[in-house]
């Protein structure tokens, strides 16, 4: 499917956390051992936070492994919070549009799994999006449009509810066209400060997700490690399959969970889709 | 906005269309004189006919004048029955999913032109598109919608109605939400033995259109050119703009006309918008 | 490293041989099973002989899995005589100029392999390409360079000959420059007609090489086959890896081996390389 | 053939450079004034100064005027010390490795104009790079074999004589192959600190340069200006062609001229190639 990586904390160069690790998310391109895919080398993403207001995006649809660019702008780029994605297309096409993190405004969105048999169903979800959001869909995958949906139903004021009602429509429709297990994946959305996580499946055999030990509890196992010693407390990594083999950094989020991030106070909380209570039009 | 080529007749390596005119559509992709853009670098794409039931499609995001693949292609492909179109992007992404031509089944379709203020009319037009079609819609371009609609209308059965209909409905939609002058161009369309080409604006002044005079009448004009020799007494060019400058081979179609080429014989007539009569859905 | 085939015989639409057999090239891009690497994911290229003199060749950065391009070239264009070589870079760039098959003139040159501290070596190699030929080098690979010493060492006039040249100079100038196990892997040429094809590695350990029984005792052996009875006797796979796992189909080319193929008859010798008699230039 | 734009001063977003200005660099790459060619759409390359030691590069092979990652880059990436250049490929591929700014180390080096019938003298001028540097050329072009002589010739010593040196091998190369009007255009190169700017050809007749006045002095001009005040007084743009209109911004670099900024001081001195007094090796 595909593999992505969140990080929040004190400013590092993106490379410490996509090429440094043992098992790196970019490694992961060429050899996943937990993806549905083993290779992930239809493009891939980074959105980072910087000065500006709004986060900068590099989409590209070369293999992350030989990708130039990607280990220039990684070596050479700092950020305190920022997302990464590399892509196995299933169906769609190869091309920057259908890249993730999916960005509007201050908000990146990024997902690993898939609507099953979206084309019977896509034309009712699309209609389901705010029309004026419409026109700027730019690509053709159902990640984008339950971004799409997710900003339709509140992204931007309360993300878990608003990925509730998304993923509780994409249910609804799929039910009403005979379509089982319609979602599957995890999810990370983010405005630039919070990072809200979530995994669910319909059918409750969810993609792996994992979020690191707090910093100061790994600064107590490891008292030697450098690298430690340099993370600010507050330093989060959350990501579909564990970079690095070390005992005790990683944690599964569990099965129907959403994990919220920063602002804080970190906190996993149950997730269960909910369809938008006003009537969802039958299309034609 | 693009420049677009259609042949019929004799089997010819592409290359003595595409490459050996003076002024031929490659150099038109870095200086085209008549175009409403100068350079047309936004990707290119061919359709060509052979042994298989459906056309052959090569899109490319790079520009034409210096794509090593296409020359390759054009050198070692010989067709009797081809399009081929170079790109000037406005608004959409430069990705092989809006390069023209577009295909579905035996259908190929290019336009040069554009919708006004497509994003503001774009929904209620996709609305429009068969829901069994919808799903097949693969990229962003307001052509590729034009396409998807005049399938709707019946392309497959009475391509000039069909195209009436669909841009009947653009400018009704239009004309509903306040957009003035909303379609604006030339398009071709073919099944592989006929070519169907439209030139046509809201505003009554579209982009330019020529034919080439029959080929029996240019040797008699011209005995002593060998090329003329070869060709098939049946052989067109069409295209949106000349290649080279021998006196009496391009015609210019008129304003509002529909040109229809092959099956048996030639004609020319006028081209006249009509909307579907059946109710067009009010979208939300 | 890379994977490859070609294919000798009656006319036949690529795809036949690229996408239809189980395990087929193209899937091997994804999950090759003896190749050194199991991805193949840094472009491809085909080379195919018709009408014209000299064959087009089709080169694309893109991993061949997903390519659209390929896959309608592959479904439209036929051919008796053909390459197909899928990549995956070992330090040079991902780019079209690195791409197999290489062509001069009427001949295609592909490689599976490498050569051992390529850089240490380079300049001396390259040094002892024809200054005529030198400036026609256009990317930055070893196999490449392998090329156009066989060129000079005469590749047109008696190809085992210029191969064992060329891998005799790799060899010997290596051996001075205290580079062990210089060249690894298996190589193919063709000139349109006949197929030569070599397996070969300096600590003879070489990359894997098959070929295909003969058609008419393939026909002996399975006579109810269809695709069988529409081959021609004469024709012939040679792959770095089997297709599809049909007994009796495949055998293996023997350890420092060199497999003619056309030109009346089929013939399998040992290849031996040979430094060039001329004395090699020791570069400053 | 191609533009490019070098700045030092206080830290800008790139797209301050890059985008803003009327008749900017990028509106450049469409619609080019001064350049020899009008289009430089065949790719393009920014390379900049941060944190790190080595600058930051980024190449991409499309057309910069459509190009979403270098928009975002640009919108993103501040530094105080940048290079940028667009290109239109004559003769050579359109790849990453063929675009400029090169870097080694700490350096960059980019250059408008060409070698005349390089495939003559190519093996020749690149025997003369230094075979400790040889394997690091990456790519095709007259401009990075340029780059690698000056390397050789101790470019990072002292760039001035470097350049001069390396120049002037090119011509007594060409003067020996009867090669006329051996080198044309204008050369950047930078540590991140100075930036030495060339403008030279053999013939005289040079690629146009220009340089900004000095920021204390357009203030005066400009009191009015809120764009001046904010830079600092040491800031500089150099460019193949103005940016913008402003009357008193642009000095044109004169014709056979190196011009020096930073290091605490500017300077504009004659530039000679000269030979370099050890023997060149005469190629077979």
Not at 5 to 19: T, W
Not at 49 to 73: I, K, M, Q
Not at 156 to 172: S, Y
Not at 223 to 235: G, H, K, N
């Amino acid at each position: 499917m595909c593999r992505w990586l969140a990080y929040s904390g004190s400013s590092i160069l993106l490379s410490e956390a996509l090429y440094s690790p043992a098992h790196s998310l970019i490694d992961q391109s060429l050899h996943s051992r937990l993806g549905a895919e083993t290779t992930n080398g239809d493009g891939f993403g980074i959105g980072w936070y910087g000065t500006p207001a709004t986060p900068g995006v590099f989409h590209s649809t070369e293999p992350a492994w030989n990708d130039h660019n990607l280990r220039e702008l990684a070596d050479h780029v700092s950020s305190s919070h920022f997302f990464a994605h590399i892509r196995a297309a299933i169906g769609s096409a190869v091309q920057q549009t259908n890249c993730h993190p999916f960005r509007r405004g201050r908000w990146l969105f990024m997902h690993n799994g898939f609507i099953n048999e979206f084309a019977a169903i896509k034309r009712e979800l699309v209609l389901a999006v705010d029309p004026s959001l419409y026109p700027e869909i730019e690509g053709q995958t159902d990640s984008e449009v339950v971004f799409f949906l997710a900003l339709t139903f509140g992204l931007e004021d309360d993300p878990p509810a608003a990925i509730e009602k998304a993923i509780g429509l994409v249910e609804a429709v799929a039910a009403r066209r005979g379509v089982s297990n319609p979602f599957q994946g995890t999810i990370a959305t983010t405005d630039g400060e919070g990072i809200w996580a979530f995994r669910y499946s319909s059918e409750r055999q969810s993609r792996s997700l994992y979020y690191t030990t707090d910093v100061p509890t790994l600064r107590n196992l490891y008292p030697e490690r450098q690298d430690l010693a340099r993370m600010s407390d507050d330093a989060r990594l959350i990501v579909s399959e564990p970079l690095g083999d070390v005992a005790g950094v990683w944690n599964e989020v569990p099965e129907g969970s959403c994990g919220i991030v920063g602002r804080g106070h970190d906190e996993l909380r149950p997730f269960r889709p909910r369809p938008p209570t006003t009537a969802v039009p039958v299309a034609g």
